[in-house]
Nanobody
């Protein structure tokens, strides 16, 4: 089992920045990759950014150049730095962890609201 605890959401004006954190605990040695998904009102959940254990990253086209995913292995924490935020970035953001055996774990979600 892996437990994920998110923090860092909130309300920000368009053009502003936020940083989300996701701390993993439990069977962290089973983790293959971690990432962030989001679900906006009336829309399907979508991948925002992902980072693998080898450090490779991938991003949704809509956030490239604005968001950066990173990790601190010593703290078992993944970060999502979000800059130049837009109202369309408003969503509930979920931390995700892919573990060996194809098991997926999810955080509880954190609300990000960008006002225009």
């Amino acid at each position: 089992q892996v437990q994920l605890v998110e923090s860092g959401g909130g309300l920000v004006q368009a053009g502003g920045s936020l940083r989300l954190s996701c701390a993993a605990s439990g069977n962290i040695f089973s983790i293959v990759a971690m990432g962030w998904f989001r679900r906006a009102p009336g829309k399907q959940r979508e991948l925002v950014a992902r980072i693998s254990t080898d450090g490779s990253t991938n991003y949704a086209e809509s956030v490239k150049g604005r968001f950066t995913i990173s990790r601190d292995n010593a703290k078992n924490t993944v970060y999502l730095q979000m800059n130049s935020l837009k109202p369309e970035d408003t969503a509930v953001y979920y931390c995700n962890c892919s573990a060996k055996g194809g098991i997926e774990y999810w955080g509880q979600g954190t609300q990000v609201t960008v006002s225009s």
